[in-house]
């Protein structure tokens, strides 16, 4: 593709701005950070990280109008107050107050954050929130909205995967951002030349968006250059990269000290030439806005209002222990909500292709995102085949980063609190984006509920091949495509981790999943997108289970964090000799050893499918256990800690007077991934022989 760039012409729109408030804004920055410099330093609170230096952001925020998004980091109270114009919240932050309303008192200092005002909300991780950005760039794109994003980052920030992945999908999709680039010159002590070689404007203009050299120690030159730039993004000819040249006139942070690592010389340098306040209050004097000792006066002015808010701060509460455990994740409370269509036999793959025809009936904004989607296939897998044809534009292919699959959906769940799909071909290469994911389901927490991050996560994981691991041979998947997954999701606080085994359930919890406002993982076992229901080794097929292979036509939902108990044997009556914990394909397994074995020998054996893993259903478990005396875990990861090791761990701390036995524990080898070959790869895996087997010594005990 060739991307034209044509300049932009230059104008002269400082007549528009207010001057003195924009003065007197960017007075406020400075003087506040002087003050919260001193608290750190006088031990009121832990930490602090300053803005001295940056404080002509605010020039770009006044080019900006209010329903503008913004995304910034934590070098820009500048932009905070230009915005908001609210003085208290930057105190109640750094004094960590239940009032504050950016995390009520859960995080640092200067990580800027509101829903209403629509500030996206600064992580810690430096470029974390870039991918956001772009998802609400994004959005604001294909809904056509006037609004536009601003993102900002340092210098350091430059050299993450998280900016370039936001880079990338702003030249790609030609999204309404302006990314600020704050280059002071400085990442801690590391200086900016080893952040990108060459030229950074060039670098972005070669890559199909415009860009500018800009000087922040001038506020008059930043906002002019503000207003084309953003009138350019506004304008729908893509996105911008303004790199804003900058002096860092403190250390790095209230844990720095600045003569470890910047010459003497080099800091006098800087705060005679590059400190955009006293620029810019010599500029107002020089053409009359201001006189001579002006400055001070107002500089006098804002320190006493600051300590005045001070003192109403102090008053207020700060957290208390009782509160750590809120506002970890939202699960949503489900409604009743019986299957009234038709019930048709369908494999997995048709039930997940009708739940996202369905998200799409009911949403004229849901659509999903990922590699191939948009092909008349439906992606590699077929999955949203009939979402291409009901649908078109609704399933759309991606370039291939899984970062900005996630970012793309992320950003967009938070403009308007509704859950997209984003599709990741093979659950092995969610790690590019782990990242993100991760910080999608902390920021509800970090936050204290103000903003949620709904998403939901398809992927395919687990062995490869079709069908059960015991009738359908070898998967071939080997590494990079038969992971199971589940240990990197069930770690992270904040994240819904669901694996159906049936078509039924896989239907219903999608559709449940997109109620959700945290982040939900749906694993999807590729052996299960056209399995049958499972069989007994007579062939037979295992009638407890045929019934959820029938479909309901249209929209029904299935509780989130509840597991199926389904019982194999002879009497409903009697109470089951022994309970297998598990889900996805490994239901299938266990049915099938299970079934084998009451066969043989009569008895009740109970399948607890987990169907949610995260949060997982402690009850069912809990009444299974107490029903059975005996209890085996099955999992199809590998044998290192993982999500199956925690539920055996659970059950042995939780159970432990309602068993007769040790719990059971089945699960993959401790290998990085199942080999290609056939005879490596089944020896990796388990399967319902394994499982059989490890029944029959349980009962035997
Ligand atoms: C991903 C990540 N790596 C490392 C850090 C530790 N860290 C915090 S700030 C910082 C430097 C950031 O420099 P830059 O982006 O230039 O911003 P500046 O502080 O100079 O304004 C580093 C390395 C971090 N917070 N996040």
């Known amino acids: 593709m060739t991307v034209n760039i044509r300049a932009i012409e230059a104008t002269d729109t400082a007549e528009l701005l207010d001057f003195l408030a924009l003065y007197r804004t960017m007075m406020t920055a400075r003087v506040m950070n002087d003050l919260l410099k001193i608290r750190k330093t006088q031990g009121k609170f832990p930490f602090y990280i300053g803005c001295a230096g940056h404080e002509s952001i605010a020039a770009v925020v006044a080019a900006l109008t209010p329903d503008d998004w913004m995304s910034l980091y934590y070098r820009d109270l500048g932009a905070w107050l230009q915005r908001t114009g609210n003085i208290i919240e930057p105190l109640r932050e750094a004094y960590s107050r239940t009032t504050g309303s950016m995390g009520a008192g859960r995080n640092m200092p200067s990580h800027y954050s509101s829903r209403r005002q629509r500030i996206l909300p600064t992580v810690s991780e430096v470029g974390g929130l870039a991918p956001f950005a772009g998802g609400v760039a994004y959005a604001l794109k294909r809904e056509k909205r006037d609004e536009i994003i601003m993102f900002t980052v340092g210098d350091g920030g430059v050299a993450t995967n998280d900016f370039n992945a936001l880079f990338r999908m702003s030249a790609v999709h030609q999204l309404p951002i302006l990314m600020v680039v ?8 590391a200086a900016s030349s080893i952040q990108w070689a060459g030229s950074l404007v060039e670098w972005a203009r070669g890559g199909g968006v415009y860009a500018e050299e800009v000087d922040g120690t001038d506020a008059v030159a930043t906002y002019q250059a503000s207003v084309r730039l953003v009138e350019h993004v506004r304008s729908g000819k893509g996105p911008v990269l303004m790199h804003l040249h900058l002096g860092l006139l403190d250390a790095h942070s209230s844990s720095t000290d ?16 590059k400190d955009p306040v006293k620029n810019f209050g010599l500029w107002l004097v020089e053409h009359g806005y201001l006189q001579e000792g002006d400055s001070e006066r107002i500089r006098k002015e804002v320190r006493a209002e600051l300590e005045h808010a001070e003192t109403q701060v102090l008053q207020e509460p700060e957290p208390t222990a009782e509160r750590v455990m809120q506002h970890i994740v939202n699960v949503p409370t489900w409604v009743e909500n019986t299957p009234r269509g038709a019930q048709r036999l369908l494999p997995m793959l048709g039930a997940i292709n009708e739940a996202l025809v369905e998200l799409a009936k009911r949403d004229e904004n849901f659509f999903v995102y990922g590699q191939d989607v948009g092909s008349p296939k439906g992606g590699v897998f077929g999955a949203t085949a009939q979402l291409v044809t009901q649908f078109p534009g609704r399933a759309i292919s991606s370039p291939l980063n ?8 992320a950003g967009t769940g ?8 984003a599709e990741i ?7 590019s984006a782990a990242q993100t994911i991760r910080l999608a389901a902390r920021v509800s927490y970090q936050n204290f509920g103000d903003w949620t991050v709904p998403i939901i996560m398809r992927t395919k994981s687990g062995s490869g091949g079709g069908g059960p691991i015991s009738s359908g041979g070898a998967g071939g998947g080997a590494f990079g495509h038969s992971n199971s997954g589940e240990q990197w999701f069930t770690t992270v606080p904040g994240m819904i981790t669901i694996c159906p085994s049936t078509p039924f359930d896989a239907k219903g919890l999608l559709l449940e999943a997109a109620r959700a406002q945290s982040p939900v ?17 007579q062939g037979r097929i295992i009638e407890a289970m045929a019934e959820y292979w029938n479909v309901p036509d249209g929209y029904y939902t299935l509780p989130i964090g509840k597991a199926r108990r389904v ?3 002879d009497s409903e009556n009697k109470a089951s000799k022994l309970a297998v914990i598990c889900w996805g394909t490994m239901v299938l397994e266990s049915c099938t050893a299970a079934a084998n074995i009451v066969n043989r020998s009569g008895g009740t054996i109970e399948i607890v499918d987990l169907r949610t893993l995260a949060p997982f259903d402690e009850d069912a478990i809990t009444a299974a256990v107490r029903e059975a005396n005996r209890v085996i875990v099955v ?8 999500f199956g090791r925690h539920v055996h761990s659970w059950i042995t701390q939780n159970c432990f007077y309602d068993l007769d036995c040790t719990p059971a524990f089945v699960s993959a080898l401790p290998a990085p991934a199942a080999p290609y070959n056939t005879q490596e790869e089944t020896a990796f895996f388990p399967t319902a022989r394994t499982i059989e087997k490890r029944i029959e010594e349980l009962l035997a005990e």
């Open 521 to 537: 993982v749906f694993l999807e076992r590729g052996r299960l997108y056209r399995s049958e229901p499972p069989k007994d080794s």
């Open 402 to 409: 899984e970062q900005i699959i996630v970012g793309v959906v």
């Open 567 to 569: 019982r194999i044997g």
């Open 414 to 421: 938070m403009v308007d609190g509704k859950a997209r799909c």
């Open 182 to 189: 704050e280059d002071n010159g400085w990442a801690i002590t």
């Open 258 to 273: 600045i003569k470890s690592y910047r010459k003497k010389e080099e800091i006098e340098a800087t705060a005679a030439t």
């Open 635 to 642: 999992t199809e990861e590998s044998d290192l800690t993982s």
């Open 425 to 431: 071909q093979f659950i092995d290469y969610h790690q």
